[in-house]
Structures are given as structure tokens and as C-alpha cells.
């Protein structure tokens, strides 16, 4: 098991940022790669972010594209998604996960095996 914590979530105004981060107790996350998801209400999951474990490849959807940073810090265990210029439409629980397996994609739910409890963006307009 890998228990991944998201945190960072909150309320902002549309035109805004959040950082949202993702960590892990107890487990490395260094030699996975890991995503970000996110659910709106009534909406099925979907892909918003990945980045390989080394931090040298990343793969947002196109609606973030430009907007959204996936990065991270291998010796803090730490995931970040850096998120600017929010929309209402953005709002929705962010979740993150890991992806033990290289040889999957990554824009999948399917793809990765563990995932962390989510965190609430709310965007005003």
C-alpha cells in the first residue's frame, strides 16, 4: 500500500491559483509515476495531469494545458499541481495517484494503483 495525502484544496476566485500537493507516508514515491484526476459533481473522473517518476515527462489534458504545472520533489515525497488562471468549470475533488507499473499510460483511472482521499476546488465566479 502507498497512503498518498492530497492537500491544498480551498475556494478561489475564478482567475486564481492553488498549489495542490500530494504525499506519501511511510512509502517512497520516487519510482513511481503519478497523476492527478479530478471529479466534478456528477461527473464520471477524469485525467487532468501525469509526470513520470523522474519528473523529466508530464501529460496534462487539454483543458488544463497551459494553465495547470505537474511537478515534483522526489526527496520531499511530494507531488505538486500548480493551478493558474482557475475557471469555474475547474471546480471539483482533485485526487492524485500512483502508477507502479512503467509500462501503462497514463491517462487512464485503470492505469494506477493507488490513490489518495481527494481535496475540494471550489472556483467562484
Known sequence: QVPLV????????????????????????SSYAMGWFRQAPGKEREFVAAISWSGGSTYYADS?????????????????????????????????????????GWTSMDEYDYWGQGTQVTVSS
Do not use: H
Open 6 to 29: 492530497e492537500s491544498g484544496g480551498g475556494l478561489v476566485q475564478a482567475g486564481g491559483s492553488l498549489r495542490l500537493s500530494c504525499a506519501a507516508s511511510g512509502r517512497t514515491l
Open 64 to 104: 488544463v494545458k497551459g494553465r495547470f504545472t505537474i511537478s515534483r520533489d522526489n526527496a520531499k515525497n511530494t507531488v505538486y499541481l500548480q493551478m493558474n488562471s482557475l475557471k469555474p468549470e475547474d471546480t471539483a475533488v482533485y485526487y492524485c495517484a500512483a502508477q507502479t507499473d512503467p509500462t501503462k
